[in-house]
């Protein structure tokens, strides 16, 4: 049986700059194809709501398929810049809303600018940023006694694969984050709009190995 892992009294306000270990990168669509979105359909209630095919989780276009613990400024060097730049809906939005049923919490992504929309880029960065967000000792203790064991089964593998021993240390006190809750699955397979829910979108999540 796991040990329960090191929780904070109280959640950290600010997110570490170390970066989480992460596997290689999967295969990716070449950074020369062309992700064009056409005008999505007219419903009863005005245009339907479209991802870009890029991170749609329903496009038959290849999607980006990116591992959430690699900061998105690594991701750049993989992929054209316009790419994750482009708008990550149509219609365009200012901020939208994510959920997961692996995941406790919504994320709310908003605009990098002022006056401007939603990228693939705000989207990527957002998630990475909110998935480091340590675990409080009170949501600790609301997790049934299920839950906590797989958590801390995902904390303690991912501490295993720091080969850093000081830096795996140093995880270890910080303890679980939220990226835990995802159990492994910290590949992002795309996202979908939820029906009748403007704004509101569903994560879909695979094994990073």
Known sequence: M??????????????????????????????????QIPLPPAGPYGIVQQVHPAISYSSRIAP????????PSQLAVRFELSLLDEPVTYPHMTSVVLFSDLLPWSTRVEAQTPGGVVTIFDVLETLH????????KS???????????SVSGAFYHRLGGIRDHLLREKQLRKGVR???FLLGNTKLLGISAVADKPGVFTLYWGSAN
């Open 64 to 71: 980006l398929h990116v591992d959430v613990t690699v900061s």
């Open 139 to 149: 949501e600790w203790n609301s997790l049934s006694s299920h839950t906590q064991n």
């Open 178 to 180: 939220r990226l835990d």
């Open 129 to 136: 940023t909110a998935l480091r967000t340590p675990i409080s």
């Open 2 to 35: 796991l040990h329960p892992p090191v929780i904070p009294p109280t959640p950290s306000p600010t997110f570490s700059g170390a970066s989480l270990p992460s596997p290689p990168f999967p295969s990716t669509p070449s950074s020369s194809r062309s992700y």
